[in-house]
């Protein structure tokens, strides 16, 4: 797979994810490395350019990230954002101070005037806010360079050497709170780097399957199928390259959304491969009778998993190639420290170790999560897997409190979808990252018509989140609140009194168990 190529070199900022994003939202192929990479493997890589991404240090100590100086020999373009843009001046001649003066220093929102005639700021407004966050000031600014930005406090936002193609700017374009913070990127890409735009999703599609069948030959592929996501285009771009030779198994634990089950098997029953689902649902809840920690039930779930896989892979014998659906984020190397930063995902670990395969294949490997459902549009799956919410490995079992029963899981199932369609009708399902219900364990009085009730009370959590590390609330509108509360107590019996959870992430998490 040959793409132009930006190399997104990380110093341990908070944002670089999102930078690499915005480059392929630009259409333009992407990877971040650390900073620590040796300067030949990313020669290896022939990149377009380069982007220096923000970092927690200061450039003049001793002990700060560096560059190797070559970089700036190889005739390649290079944007320094904040830490990336000190680190350019501090090697090319400028001089990075710590910024005394209070007044020098900036964070949050601030505004910026451009000098429209710098590539990076091509068809822009001449001014704009800009989120700056940096306490470090470039008192000289390298030979060569001109100034293309200022601010109120800083008359050096942004510096520009349009002859060797190096650029700085001590804000954040990749966030939203920078305005026209993408169009910087895209001119970077397209005004300095001189990107073709060769990054699609349908290229990418095309590129992919071609490389999978040079790959798997007349080999086997098993897939195990949770009906996420990842796993779910994984499946479809592997059915799309090798067809029959495939396999994918869906252990059906009966602890899924409800219709769930269905809709996976449903969307996949038609494509040319084999799709076995395996209905352990009773298996499930018998290990997990009784069991109310709530490790302990993702202990179980994922050995049970395991053990149910692993014995349809012996039915159906060898196979070459095991394929998992692994994406970007979970495979990049933070730049700082040396700590790969790797999410264990619960429902695929282990596997290895107990079924008989050659190799793995990790189709979308290179993908963020925005592409992996282009991907999966591209392939022609529904829009009900492709834009599904994350869901826990262990399902509903961790969003009963305490300990499960069927008649839990179903009731829980019913409210759960009551939630799910009036946030969909208020037009909030694309907007909120996470929402669902949660079944708790405390019952509590109430009055339905003449009659007391005591039944169990309801959690409604909804979140938003860049990346589930951390978590805000989301203010969902009351009357939305109202009509989902309303239908719930009327609709599914066994409920009489509902909640809203209003703690972000920290202190609490995002699940309640
Ligand atoms: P927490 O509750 O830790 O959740 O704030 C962060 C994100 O991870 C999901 N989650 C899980 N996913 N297996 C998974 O595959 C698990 O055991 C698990 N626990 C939490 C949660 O839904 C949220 O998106």
């Known amino acids: 797979m040959s793409h ?10 908070q944002y670089n994810q999102l930078i690499a994003r915005r480059v392929r939202e630009c259409g333009v192929y992407c990877e971040v490395k650390p900073y620590t990479t040796p300067l030949a493997e990313l020669q290896k890589m022939e990149p377009i350019g380069f982007i220096f991404t923000g970092g927690p240090n200061s450039v003049y100590l001793e002990t700060s990230p560096q560059v190797d100086p070559a970089i700036f020999t190889l005739g390649v373009p290079v944007l320094g954002i904040c830490y990336g843009c000190q680190l350019l001046a501090h090697h090319l001649g400028g001089r990075v101070t710590d910024a005394q003066d209070d007044s020098a220093r900036e964070y949050g929102k601030t505004e910026t005037f451009y000098d429209a005639s710098c590539p990076l700021f091509k068809g822009l407004p001449e001014s704009g806010i800009s989120w700056m966050s940096h306490g470090d000031y470039m008192e000289k600014v390298p030979e060569g360079f001109t100034l293309a930005a200022r601010s109120q406090a800083c008359p050096n936002v942004a510096i520009a050497d349009e002859r060797r193609g190096f650029y700085g700017v001590q804000f954040h374009p990749e966030v939203n709170h920078t ?14 780097c001189h990107a073709s735009g060769d990054w699609t999703m349908g290229d990418y599609k095309r590129t992919a399957v071609a490389a999978i069948r040079e790959k798997v030959g007349a080999g086997r592929v098993l897939l195990a199928l949770s009906g996420g996501v990842d796993s779910s285009v994984c499946a479809a771009l592997l059915a799309e390259a090798v067809g029959e030779q495939l396999t994918c198994v869906f252990v059906d634990h009966g602890l899924m959304r409800k219709n769930e089950g269905d809709e996976v098997q449903a969307a996949f029953q038609s494509w040319a491969m084999h799709f076995v689902r395996v209905d352990a649902e009773a298996r499930f809840l018998e290990k997990l009778a009784g069991v109310t920690e709530p490790e302990r039930k993702r202990k179980i779930i994922g050995e049970e998993f395991i053990r149910v896989f692993e014995e349809e892979a012996k039915k159906i014998g060898a196979v070459d190639f095991l394929a998992q659906g692994t994406i970007y984020p979970d495979v990049i190397e933070s730049g700082a420290g040396s700590a790969a930063v790797i999410k264990s995902h619960h429902n695929v670990g282990g596997l290895p170790d107990y079924v008989d395969f050659k190799e793995i294949i990790e189709p979308l490997r290179l993908l963020f999560k925005d592409e992996v459902r282009q991907l999966g549009r591209e392939l022609g799956l529904p829009e009900y897997l492709v834009s599904r919410q994350p869901f826990p490995g262990p399902g509903l079992a961790i969003r009963v409190i305490g300990e499960l029963t ?4 179903d009731t829980l199932r019913d409210a759960d979808a009551v939630y799910r369609e009036e946030i969909a009708s208020a037009g909030l399902d694309r907007e909120i990252g996470q929402y669902f219900a949660v079944l708790t364990n405390t019952r509590s009085v109430g009055v339905m018509g003449d009659g007391r009730t005591y039944d169990y009370t309801l959690a409604l959590r909804a979140v938003n989140t860049s990346d589930f590390m951390t978590a805000d609330w989301a203010r969902i509108p009351y009357d939305v609140l109202d009509r989902v509360s309303t239908r719930i107590v009327n609709e599914v019996p066994g409920i009489n009194r509902i909640v809203y959870d209003i703690t972000s992430k920290p202190p609490a998490t995002i699940e309640w168990e």
């Open 4 to 13: 132009q190529t930006v190399i997104v070199l990380d110093f341990g900022g």
């Open 179 to 192: 305005d026209h913070g993408v169009a910087m990127i895209r001119n970077f890409l397209y005004e300095v």
């Open 406 to 409: 069927k008649e839990k899981l």
